[in-house]
């Protein structure tokens, strides 16, 4: 059974913690990313999710929110966890939204 619980690392050298699931599959952590798109001085940035818990399933699906503290965006993350070869392996998609100033800007917040 994989365990979200604990530190991550991504292929791209991004950091993340995620603290103890509650009996809801409820969680929150702390995400602190190796990319970025802005001039800012990167900071850790705070995420909170769901696992899903029902039934206990063996390869449990995710989802959680980062809320970057160090410019205007927000991204959604989801995925499923995964053992393969002893080895806890998250896969995940993810989009984000950035701020911008006008319906006409619209197009261009989401990635």
Same mark, same amino acid.
């Given at each position: 059974?994989? &365990? !979200?619980? $604990? &530190?991550?690392?991504?292929? !791209? $050298? ?10 809801? $599959?409820?969680? &929150?952590?702390?995400?602190?990313? +190796?990319?970025? =798109?802005? *001039? &800012? ?5 705070? !995420? ?11 390869? +449990? ?22 053992? *393969? ?10 989009? !984000? ?11 261009? =917040?989401?990635?």
């Amino acid at each position: 059974q994989c &365990n !979200l619980t $604990g &530190n991550w690392t991504n292929d !791209l $050298g991004s950091n993340m913690t995620i603290n103890e699931l509650n009996s809801k $599959g409820e969680f &929150n952590g702390s995400y602190h990313t +190796a990319v970025k =798109a802005t *001039n &800012n001085e990167i900071k850790v940035s705070p !995420l909170q999710g769901y696992q899903h818990v029902k039934d206990q399933c063996k390869n +449990a699906t995710f989802g959680f929110t980062v809320n970057w503290n160090f410019s205007d965006s927000i991204t959604v993350f989801t995925g499923q966890c995964f053992v *393969n070869n002893s080895k806890e392996v998250l896969k995940t998609m993810w989009l !984000l939204r950035s701020h911008v100033n006008s319906l006409e800007d619209d197009w261009k =917040a989401t990635r």
